[in-house]
Nanobody, 127 residues
Framework: QVQLVESGGGSVQAGGSLSLSCVVS????????????MAWFRQAPGKEREGVAA???????TDADSVKGRFTISRDNDANTLHLHMGSLKPDDTAKYFC?????????????????WGQGTQVTVSS
């Protein structure tokens, strides 16, 4: 019943900014949103799904080297929402972006270890 729904994707020119959101619902009262680690992954056609950024329940963040200094992950625990603020976008950022959640920190680099996923939202950056 846990559901993750991404929004905010679209097309933007290189150098521009875009913000994504992921709303989480269907959580039990015993295990609320604050218990979950959250992450953004992305996948371009023909490529492996890769971690973009993650944030633990305590607020600690992890960013992929490719987005450090440009992307910021954050969470709004009152709204059960995960955010990804993307700046200085590059054409290489073009991908489908997925929101992921896990009750326990599953590690950052292996997408298969994350329990819950959204449907993804497309981000296209033109040069």
């Amino acid at each position: 019943q846990v559901q993750l729904v991404e929004s905010g994707g679209g097309s933007v020119q290189a150098g521009g900014s875009l913000s994504l959101s992921c709303v989480v619902s269907g959580l039990s009262a015993a295990i609320p949103f604050t218990f979950y680690s959250m992450a953004w992954f992305r996948q371009a056609p023909g490529k492996e799904r890769e971690g973009v950024a993650a944030i633990r329940s305590d607020g600690q963040t992890t960013d992929a080297d490719s987005v450090k200094g440009r992307f910021t992950i954050s969470r709004d625990n009152d709204a059960n929402t995960l955010h990804l603020h993307m700046g200085s976008l590059k054409p290489d950022d073009t991908a489908k972006y997925f929101c992921a959640a896990d009750r326990y920190w599953p590690g950052f680099h292996d997408a298969d270890n994350w329990d819950y996923w959204g449907q993804g939202t497309q981000v296209t950056v033109s040069s």
